[in-house]
């Protein structure tokens, strides 16, 4: 038989707190999608990923679907890199010609 223990309500609440600030922890930890600390690089949306690209939205949507470059989410909102952005489609492109 498992012993009993006693506590009050404010230990169990520490307890209960610590325990999920070591889980959140674990799961920053594990993240795949990487922290984006600086907004001025970044673009926002499909709108932006258009006007980056020079494109309709349309267009950009099919750019997007094809995954040659990660993308990321804040909330409902796509994020993308745009170094990652031009890097992806270049690959993309040198793919293309070699066949």
């Not at 610590?18 to 990487?34: C, F, I, R, T, W």
């Amino acid at each position: 038989m498992e012993p009993i223990i006693v506590t009050t309500k404010q230990d169990l609440i520490d307890v209960v707190n610590e325990a999920v600030k070591s889980a959140m922890g674990d799961l920053d930890a594990s993240n795949q999608n990487p922290k984006i600390e600086d907004n001025s690089k970044l673009i926002f949306g499909i709108s932006g990923l258009a006007s980056f690209l020079g494109v309709s939205t349309v267009t950009a949507q099919k750019i997007k679907n094809e995954q040659c470059f990660p993308i990321y989410q804040r909330g409902r909102t796509i994020v993308f890199k745009p170094d990652e952005v031009l890097s992806g489609l270049k690959r993309k492109k040198s793919i293309i010609k070699k066949i």
